[in-house]
Structures are given as C-alpha cells and as structure tokens.
C-alpha cells in the first residue's frame, strides 16, 4: 500500500479514536459512576448489548490499527533499509491480525457465552 | 578591552578522534559579523581554522554554521546581537564534517536534485525553444514566491530533528523546492516528484516541528511548503487540472506585445 494511504488510514482512525473514545470515556464516567461501570455485571451486560459490542469492536480495530501503525513509523525512522522496513510492515501487519483477533475473541465470548449476566 | 571571545570547534577527521574546542581573543568592532570575527582569527591568529564564504550578504548560503547553538549565516550575524562577549561557532549538524566549520553539502544538493527541481513541458522542445513567453499570474507567483528565496545554504536540514534520524529523508529544503516547482503553473511535470515523494522516507516523515522555518536566514517558510506538498502527494496530481498548462500557454500568446 502507498504511504499516502497509510497516512490517510492513521489520520482516519485517530479522527475516530477521538470520538469513539470519548463516547466510551463518557460512557464509563459520566452516565455510569465509575465503580458501577468496572463491576463484573455491568461489564457483561454492555458486551451483551448489540449496538454497544459492536461499538467496542469498532474502538480496538480502530485503536489497534492506529497504534501499530504509528509504531510501524517510528520504527522505519529508526533504520533506513529495505529488509528491515519489510520486516517491520510484516511484523505490523501480524500484530495487527493477532490483538484484533484476540480481542473479538473477548468480546465474541462475552456476547455468546461466560457468565449469566 | 574590546574583544570577543570567539570559541572555534575544530576537527579534522584524517587526524583527530573527538572535536575540541579552540578559544580566540579577537578585537570588536560596530558592526562586526561572526564570519568578521572567524576571518580575524583564520587572518592573524590561527591559519588553520577552515570555513566556508563567499558573497557576506547573505546571498550565496556558503556560511552556514552554528552559532551559540543555533544555525545561522555568519556574515549574516552580526556579533552584537549575540551579547558582544562570546560567540561559539561550531559545523552545521546533520552533515558530516570536512574540516571544522566545513561541511560535506554533497548528499544535500543529490537529495534535492533526486526531487527533479525544475520546469518541465509536455512538448520537450519548449525547453529549449520556447515559442512565446510563460506568463504567471500574480495570485500564482504569490504562492511560490517565498520559496524561490531559498539559497540553499543547508540551515533547515541542519535543525531537522527527522534528517537527525532518517539519512533517506529529503529534508525541507528539497521538500520545500519541490513544492516550489510542483505549485508552478508552468510546469507540466511533477507528478514523478509527488510519485517520489509518497514513500515511507517520504514527505510524510515531517513531522512539522517547524525548526526549519525558524532558522531560514530568507525567511522562507519550509514547513508550510511541505504542508502545501503533502496534499498534492495526498491526491497523486500536481495542482493544476489538465489542459490548464495549455491555457497558461495559450493566454501567454495574447499579450500585449503581440496584438
């Protein structure tokens, strides 16, 4: 992919980072109190609300996607050869794939199955 | 008494293993600039210093150095405005060092030629023989117009924090002039430059710290031309819509000269 594309991929999540994460912020602080918020009942009650399971899925593929490809920029400013910017984008792309999976992983089980809400 | 004190980093990379640094006592005058003062010292104390000049007025970008910590143009810095009592003048960083002051320019100058900065046409034979005149408008020259100041003297690439870390970096003197010639409405070309320019040590590793601009000596802003320059390599397309080169040419045929 061009690294205008990729540019264009880090400004789009960090737009949407911002606001999902302020949702969540709000979510979690505001609307909820705090302790309610992080008790093991409530915690699953949200993943098993549709819209709000989605909306979770939503901010670790667009925190994900953002993280590692700042950390794919930092590392290519490091060095400068072709092995080690082919290395790093593979290596990305792998992080990527795995915490994604690992985290719908999460949230797939707390939707469908673990603990009676 | 009257002096400054003028502390010389010197380093010569055949002979010694670490810079060090020289102190010289040379006699103030009104009006005196840091490259006065390190002629003085070269002149009457000390043969050996090596630097770089040639015009002093700021026009051939030759002195470029580091002064108090800051890179400047010494014959564009006068010694009073440093406090009068001690100037410490040191190599550009960001470039390796030929002789004490002197730097080796070569990887600079080949970054900013790689960019292809220049007018290129459609029809190649208008390079050589233009059939009628170019004509610009003022809103476009408006656009350019600071970057074309830029005389390369190297002071931006030297406070980069990006070329500190990247050797494939272009910098923001070669960025700043491929916008130069990128926004240009006679140019035709351009999108080989954009093409190159959208890479991973690309445009896009400016990350606007905004040095640059800070210590041009022209007043040339390079930061806001890569700024301008990332949207054009964003799009993929020069700015100019197509056919809109041939209108420039078609308009330049309707001067007043020729009715």
Known sequence: MKESRLVLVQYATAVAAVALVSVHLIMQGVIYPYTTAISFDNILSVYRNGFYAIFLEALLVVVLVHGFNGVRIILNEFRQTKPWAMWVDAATVFAIIVTVAYGTRTVILAVFGGAPA | MNEVRLIVQRFDPFEDVEPRMLEYAVPKWEGMTVLDALLYARDYLDHSI???????????GSCGMKINGRPRLACYTQVAELGGKKVVAQPMDNFAIIKDLVTDMESFFEKHRELLPYLSRADPRELDKPSAEYIMKPEELEKILQFTYCIKCGLCTSSCPTVATDSKFPGPQALAQAYRYIADPR???GEETLRLLDDTHGVWRCHFAGSCSFVCPKGVD??????????HVMSGRAPRKKGEGAKVWATSLDTPSQK
């Open chain 2, 50 to 60: 090596a630097l770089r000049f040639s015009c002093r007025q700021a026009s051939c």
């Open chain 2, 187 to 189: 140019n035709e070309g």
């Open chain 2, 222 to 231: 390079p930061a806001l031309g890569i700024q301008l320059l990332k949207r």
